[in-house]
């Protein structure tokens, strides 16, 4: 799925909306969708244009947790007490200092508004923010909680804005401004048309070499491909929606044109079927039905022909390089033969000539939700519902706005519908803690026979302090929803970039919702 960002240069802000690119200083990025409210510590903000203003205590790296906002940290011996020391060459965008006390009140504020942040179970875990000096910051946990320095270098909740734009030093009912530390200070924006980012000249990393960013909004599809061509944006990017607004054949036709680069990451997130276990009297709370739509799955030839290649078939919630997740589970293939067998088992039978199977008076019948905005998902969806045809299941396609299709998610308002992990930076723990979360995986896991005892032992991982004890309860957990084939996996998702040749600096950070736009330059 490739919702697209695009890039491209121009004079100044009113340009970048009509003109052409004159690329060397500035970026416009087109996106589907609003850039929305930029609170960093709600969830409606663009991944993308929230990680150029805000930043976080510490980065989550290939090579492990590093400093970032902090300068070092030590965590006491019972792991329940963290003790951050801050850099003091650091300010706001609005000037304000950047210490132990901005940060107390960051935290405080989105603690006070936990419960929204229940898919992080950091939120569960602070007991208590100190300021210790002016740049010396204690975080109390209520227990051991080993992706503590994970999750607090994630793009939201644990960012930091300027204590400023607090109202009555709270976040949760809105701010006054958009003032963070980060490398882009936002300095307009124009619902549904544009946003624009200036270089932070005072930026504690150094000032970026591209001055000004435009977050555009276009129409997916042919739209953003003919701006392309056009030379009126030039940079495309997988996105924070999940969407694809440039598919692969017109970025491999830009590449092509010789004037292009194409840059993947490695394999960042699981592109899957979530189906609801916890429906009764339907038939997709039967294993049986979950499986036989697994192996009718033909993921080679979505991957060669939706994908290009360009996405690799997977048959696993995560992929092997995602830690603790290279665990030996059974495979099952593309295998209608077998998918039919497994159903003649559960009792869903042919009768009468008929299409679509039956078990005690109920015909075998599923609504299957895709994003309306993902020309991919929609091929995904049709190539499947004809796949499973075959094996007498009639698969029923509703094609929602991706908005709805989460509120279905927390609702358990659905059958089948599609989704994607995390991503690497935030996996395996985070998608494993959604399990449980009402707002995500409850309605997907509830209904599985052992989910008590899953539960159980996605509270024991959390709190685990040994390594050897980890990986042996993360096998079980992915194990058990294997087996009960409650996550349908399809393809593994990375980011792609398409870009000039002369752009230099394109590199990925360990998550599939930011790029770091402050290290690129133009040759």
């Given amino acids: 799925m490739y919702a697209v960002a695009v890039l491209a240069g121009c004079s100044d802000s009113k340009e970048a909306h009509t003109g052409s690119a004159d690329t060397g200083k500035e970026l416009v990025y087109a996106t589907a969708k609003d850039m929305n409210d930029m609170n960093p510590h709600l969830y409606a903000g663009s991944m993308p244009a929230q990680g150029m203003v805000y930043e976080s205590l510490v980065e989550n790296t290939k090579d492990g947790i590093k400093p970032w906002l902090a300068e070092s940290w030590e965590i006491s011996k019972d792991g329940k007490v963290y003790t951050f020391h801050l850099r003091k060459d650091v300010k706001f965008h609005d000037g304000e200092p950047f210490n132990a006390e ?8 989105v603690q006070h508004n936990a419960k929204k942040h229940s898919w992080i179970k950091l939120s569960t875990k602070i007991a208590s923010c100190h300021v210790k000096d002016e740049y010396t910051v204690e975080l109390v946990l209520s227990e051991p909680y080993y992706p503590t320095l994970l999750e607090l270098s994630m793009t939201r909740p644990y960012v930091f804005i300027s204590p400023k734009n607090l109202i009555n030093g709270e976040t949760k009912d809105g701010v006054n401004g958009y003032k963070g530390t980060g490398p882009y200070i936002l300095t307009e924006h124009k619902v549904d048309q544009y946003a624009a980012f200036e270089a932070n000249e005072n930026y504690w990393g150094g000032p970026p070499k591209v001055k000004k960013i435009i977050a555009k909004v276009l129409p997916a599809g042919e739209t953003t491909f003919l701006a392309l061509q056009k030379g009126e944006v030039n940079f495309v990017f997988t996105d924070d929606r999940g969407t694809d607004s440039l598919d692969v054949e017109a970025m491999n036709t830009l590449v092509n044109s ?16 979530v189906a609801n276990s916890g429906k009764a009297d339907h038939p997709v709370h039967e294993t049986a039905v979950r499986e036989a739509i697994w192996y009718s799955i033909d993921r080679d030839t979505i991957s060669k022909q939706i994908f290009n290649g360009v996405e690799a ?15 030996d589970l059974k495979k099952r293939g593309f295998d209608l033969d077998k998918a039919k067998n497994v159903l003649e088992e559960a009792g869903w039978r042919l009768e009468n000539g008929s299409a679509v199977r039956t078990k005690n008076g109920s015909k075998l019948v599923m609504k299957l939700y895709y994003d309306v905005n993902s020309s991919s998902q929609k ?3 049709e190539f499947i519902q004809n796949s499973v045809k075959k094996i007498g299941v009639q698969l029923d396609l509703v094609g929602e706005e991706s908005t709805s299709i989460a509120k279905r998610r927390s609702t358990g308002d659905y059958d089948l519908l599609f989704n994607q992990t995390w991503g690497l930076a935030y996996d395996p723990q985070n ?4 399990f449980t979360s009402e707002s995500s995986y409850l309605h997907t896991t509830k209904g599985m026979a052992k989910a008590g005892e899953l539960y159980k032992k996605i509270d024991e991982v959390m709190v685990s302090a040994n390594e050897e004890t980890r990986k042996s309860l993360y096998a079980d957990i992915l194990t058990m929803v294997h087996d009960e084939a409650v996550f349908i996996p399809i393809t593994n998702g990375s980011v792609t970039v398409v870009a000039p040749k002369r752009l230099k600096g394109i590199s990925f950070k360990q998550t599939q919702y930011e790029l770091p736009f402050e290290q690129m330059h133009f040759e």
């Fill in 313 to 327: 078939p997977a048959h696993t919630l995560f992929s092997p390089n995602v830690h603790y997740a290279n665990v």
């Fill in 379 to 381: 091929s995904q969806a």
């Fill in 431 to 434: 998608t494993i803690s959604a």
């Fill in 258 to 273: 010789g004037k292009y680069q194409m840059v993947r990451s490695e394999a960042m997130n699981t592109k899957m079927i």
């Fill in 102 to 109: 901005a940060v107390k009140k960051n935290i405080d504020a």
